[in-house]
């Protein structure tokens, strides 16, 4: 694994422009940069990420088999209880995944480690499935990179299959908050991803859908809402105006109910107790757990629902070397062993191991000054040389 400077292309902001990718920049600032590139061995990718996330993947459903009907689990996750059937029906129907990133410390030589799981809503395809793509193609042609380069990336592909599978011959709605550029690019790739695997489609805000008197979600033509992409949390629905009707509408949902046992820093302390010592794992602790004093003075602390890093808190032999402030921690934190992101050139990446249906098929990177990586931690391109 080698961070490798490189001339970035003349054109590449009219080329995003072109294919829609239009958050390129945010707020004066690179969003995408391209005046580097992470280089991975195939080893590498293969052995150290590939392999592992597969592995992740599977630890994952196997917790979510144990806590699904457990109170104690779904209690400690902060779940409300409410919406616990809701859960357990979404997994015991099997309902299918669409996608989901694993980030992950990675350095090149030792095992990766699982930061977090992004299982619910996570952003950033478009960028590693397609555009760092294109850049690829393009460097090679302009020898930018070796001509024999490649990319871990099959996302866009796998996306269409998997579509195929969840389409159910329904309609599909796709939403979220469309007036976030970043939500919009997300939910608009998507949504091209499910018109070619076949699916008739409608892109709606999640402040426009509506409520019918007979018991169903419905989209602002009245139409009945029967399959839902959300690029919405889970934990923000349960709680939104709207919640309680998730227990009556007959909506079935990507990603499924389960998938909120999953997207929660709290899956890293119990993954912790089912695979103690396992080598992509953290020894991680919820914060009242007296197991917690086994991290020392050292750890990082994350709330069990947080997004962009916000407050993420880093304590190094019991001094605050960094805290993101954020409106999260209402519901608890978790400790996890302290394991600083890599530095390379004084950029600190975090890998994003990127599954379809459960099969690990891309890489992004996000780089930054800061080792908490946050939102305006820039994506930069890889290539397998």
Same mark, same amino acid.
């Given at each position: 694994m080698r961070r490798i400077t490189c001339p970035e292309r003349d054109d590449w902001r009219a080329t995003a422009e072109a294919c829609g990718f239009d958050f390129h #920049?945010?707020?004066?600032?690179?969003?995408? =940069?391209?005046?580097?590139?992470?280089?991975?061995?195939l080893d590498e990718?293969?052995?150290?990420?590939?392999?592992?996330?597969?592995?992740?993947?599977?630890?994952?459903?196997?917790?979510?088999?144990?806590?699904? %009907? =457990?109170?104690?689990? +779904?209690?400690?996750?902060?779940?409300?209880?409410?919406?616990?059937?809701?859960?357990?029906?979404?997994? /015991?129907? =099997?309902?299918?995944? +669409?996608?989901?990133?694993f980030d +992950? &410390?990675? %350095?090149?030589?030792?095992?990766?480690?699982?930061?977090?799981?992004?299982? %619910? *809503?996570?952003?950033?395809?478009?960028?590693?499935?397609?555009?760092?793509?294109?850049?690829?193609?393009?460097?090679?042609?302009?020898?930018?990179?070796?001509?024999?380069?490649d990319q871990f990336n099959s996302i866009h592909e796998r996306l269409i299959d998997a579509w195929k599978k969840l389409r159910l011959g329904r309609h599909l709605h796709l939403t979220g908050t469309t007036e976030n550029s970043e939500d919009a690019g997300t939910l608009a790739y998507l949504e091209d991803t499910a018109t070619q695997a076949g699916l008739d489609t409608t892109m709606i805000d999640i402040e426009d859908i509506g409520w019918r008197d007979d018991g169903g979600f419905v989209d602002l033509d009245d139409?009945?809402?029967?399959?839902?992409?959300?690029?919405?949390?889970? !934990?923000?629905?349960? /709680?939104? !105006?709207?919640?309680?009707?998730?227990? !009556?509408?007959? #909506?079935?949902?990507?990603?499924?109910?389960?998938?909120?046992?999953?997207?929660?820093?709290?899956?890293?302390? @119990?993954?912790?107790?089912?695979?103690?010592?396992?080598p992509n794992l953290l020894p991680t602790f919820f914060e009242d757990d007296p197991n917690a004093a086994q991290l020392g003075t050292s750890y990082v602390r994350k709330p069990l629902y947080s997004r962009e890093g916000a407050n993420v808190t880093m304590v190094r032999s019991g001094t605050t070397l960094m805290q993101q402030e954020g409106p999260y921690g209402e519901e608890g934190f978790v400790r996890q062993a302290f394991a600083p992101l890599p530095n390379f050139s004084d950029q600190y990446p975090v890998v994003g191991s990127w599954l379809v =249906? /459960? *099969?690990?098929?891309? @890489? &992004?990177?996000?780089?930054?000054?800061?080792?908490?990586?946050?939102? #305006?931690?820039?994506?930069?391109?890889h290539a397998i040389v």
């Open positions: #920049t945010i707020d004066g600032e690179r969003y995408w =940069d391209e005046r580097a590139y992470y280089a991975f061995s990718i293969e052995r150290h990420i590939e392999t592992p996330s597969g592995e992740i993947d599977a630890m994952c459903l196997e917790l979510v088999a144990r806590a699904i %009907d =457990d109170e104690k689990y +779904l209690r400690r996750l902060k779940i409300p209880d409410a919406f616990w059937p809701l859960l357990s029906e979404s997994w /015991h129907r =099997d309902e299918r995944s +669409l996608y989901g990133r +992950l &410390s990675f %350095d090149g030589r030792g095992p990766a480690k699982l930061l977090e799981y992004n299982a %619910d *809503t996570p952003t950033s395809i478009f960028e590693a499935a397609v555009f760092q793509w294109t850049w690829l193609e393009q460097a090679i042609e302009r020898r930018i990179a070796p001509v024999r380069a139409r009945e809402i029967e399959l839902a992409f959300k690029l919405y949390p889970w !934990e923000w629905m349960f /709680h939104d !105006e709207f919640g309680a009707r998730l227990l !009556e509408a007959p #909506t079935r949902w990507i990603e499924p109910p389960w998938k909120a046992v999953l997207s929660n820093k709290g899956i890293l302390p @119990l993954l912790w107790e089912m695979f103690p010592g396992h =249906d /459960h *099969t690990p098929c891309g @890489l &992004s990177i996000r780089e930054d000054t800061n080792p908490i990586t946050g939102n #305006t931690s820039r994506f930069l391109p």
